[in-house]
């Protein structure tokens, strides 16, 4: 359903009297509404679907049906049961003004129309449905905001303070030298840990904040020519202590001439996330390889590798935005399962799609699409 927003409000009203249309078109109009009136049921449905109006004008004696069972039947869609309806009516007695209100309607307007009652019954119900939608969308915005900074705090609370305790332990030893700095394992082994675990804290504290400006609508998007193969060597050299440890090959097969159009820190740390995170399910020697392909006017990224694969129950649950998922990697590195929500996200921002090929036993392909920039600059 389309969702148009204008400055004047947008009034629907269904009379099976065509002079009352046009008078209700005149009045409406010369105060500043805008309006669409029909004699048929079926065409109101078409309308009403269309747009969605801010009131609805209903005659209540019509000859195909009763306004009241028009009104029921509007009712019964969820997302139009909050449009004010007034029923216009040449009855005043007290039933029928009592069975108006059961079926959900807000209030009538006798004929003939006066036009100074009409414009300001009118005008009563579409400021209360306003102000009710305006209050709806700010208690939404901050039950989004709530859970943004709930989760937020969960994040620093366990998975961004555990690499920073590890690390102040291990400076704790060398400290008061339990972990003596002339050992020959000291350098293979406790720099390099201190280095890997530092390097996981600044990788989350770059996501959670890449996060956390998404959600709340504070990230600029500008998009420029970028060169993927470029981008991809860059990401191969920012995690080569990762890699090298592992003794993973990572293969760049991004032909060196294409260019993509995107926003360059986004695309940034979404090979970042992904390489990474190919690193970490990886097993000792393995493999992984960075190709791209072109199809029309996108170019598909694909980050292959042939580690653990993903079960089908756990892809699912990675492209779900709302679900909070994580998995240890083949030497038990920890994970958040934020890089991957960060990373649809941003692809989706960029106008492209992520998706994931695996295999369990056999590797995963992380994948997705990026507008072609025109021409290379």
Request: charged share 25%; glycine share 6%.
């Amino acid at each position: 359903m389309q969702n148009q927003v204008t400055e004047k409000p947008y009034i629907l009203a269904v009379d099976d009297e065509q002079l009352n249309l046009e008078l209700l078109q005149f009045i409406l109009e010369r105060n500043q509404y805008e309006f669409i009136g029909t004699s048929n049921d079926d065409y109101f449905f078409e309308l009403l679907h269309e747009r969605k109006p801010d009131l609805i004008l209903l005659d209540v004696i019509m000859p195909r049906i009763e306004g009241f069972e028009l009104c029921e039947k509007i009712k019964g869609y969820a997302e139009f049961r909050d449009i004010p309806i007034i029923f216009l009516t040449g009855k005043v007695n007290v039933r029928d003004k009592v069975k108006g209100f059961e079926v959900g309607g807000v209030d009538y307007v006798t004929k003939p129309f006066n036009e100074q009652e009409l414009i300001a019954r009118i005008h009563t119900h579409v400021e209360l449905i306003r102000a009710k939608n305006q209050i709806e969308q700010q208690a939404k915005n901050l039950r989004q905001s709530n859970d943004l900074k709930d989760r937020m705090f969960s994040i620093i609370g366990h998975d961004l303070r555990s690499p920073l305790s590890a690390a102040k332990l291990k400076m704790d030893f060398i400290m008061r030298g339990i972990i003596d700095p002339k050992d020959e394992k000291f350098l293979d082994d406790t720099v390099f840990s201190l280095l890997k675990t530092m390097d996981e804290a600044l990788n989350l504290l770059q996501n959670l904040l890449g996060w956390a400006k998404s959600e709340s609508d504070q990230i600029q998007i500008i998009p420029e020519q970028l060169d993927v193969h470029d981008l991809v060597e860059q990401t191969i050299r920012l995690l080569k202590l990762g890699s090298e440890h592992k003794k993973i090959a990572i293969s760049n097969n991004v032909p060196d001439e294409v260019c993509a159009y995107a926003d360059n820190n986004m695309i940034k740390t979404v090979l970042r996330n992904l390489v990474s995170n190919a690193i970490k399910f990886t097993p000792v020697e393995g493999a992984i390889n960075i190709n791209a392909q072109l199809k029309g006017e996108m170019i598909i990224l694909e980050v292959q590798d042939n580690g653990s694969g993903i079960s089908e129950a756990d892809i699912q649950k990675i492209l779900n935005p709302n679900e909070h998922f994580s998995k240890l990697g083949t030497e038990k590195e920890p994970g958040t399962g934020l890089g991957l929500v960060l990373c649809q996200t941003f692809v989706q921002k960029n106008g492209g799609t992520m998706k994931i090929k695996s295999a369990l036993g056999k590797g995963s392909t992380f994948y997705f699409d990026l507008p072609l920039a025109k021409e290379k600059v």
